[in-house]
């Protein structure tokens, strides 16, 4: 066989806008819409919470070729794993820096709630503020 990547990397930007990194050329089939609601529903977010990027093959990863409904089967599950695994490291960094186990997103305010109370903890927009600062302590 030959080699069929279908690659997406997620960013928690500055915000919390989630932002979508592929390759997805859109000729006629709307990636960014596809990739923006696969991403919101697994993050269990608001579309208005997700950027796609510009689609660079430069910057962003190998999304393979782009052919019929291949698109949105092969860079869709890319971007639904690569959401999944980014919504379980949101809730294990809410729950530590709050200290509250028991989190979950509140898609309407995008921020971290707590499970059992359903008063917010953690907005994505603080948690993204937090990231960014620890990564230019470690760079400066």
Known sequence: ??????????ELGAHGKVLVHASAVDMG?????????????????LPTSIRVSPIDTLITPDSGITSASRTVFYVGNAAGLAARRLYE???TAAAELTGISQVEIDPHCAAFVNAETGSVVLTL???????QQRRDCRSG
């Open 1 to 10: 066989g030959h080699r069929n990547p279908a690659t997406v990397a997620l």
């Open 29 to 45: 089939q709307d990636p960014a819409q596809m990739l923006t609601q696969i991403v919101a529903g697994e993050l269990h977010l």
């Open 89 to 91: 490291l949101l809730l």
């Open 125 to 131: 927009a603080s948690l993204a503020d937090l990231a």
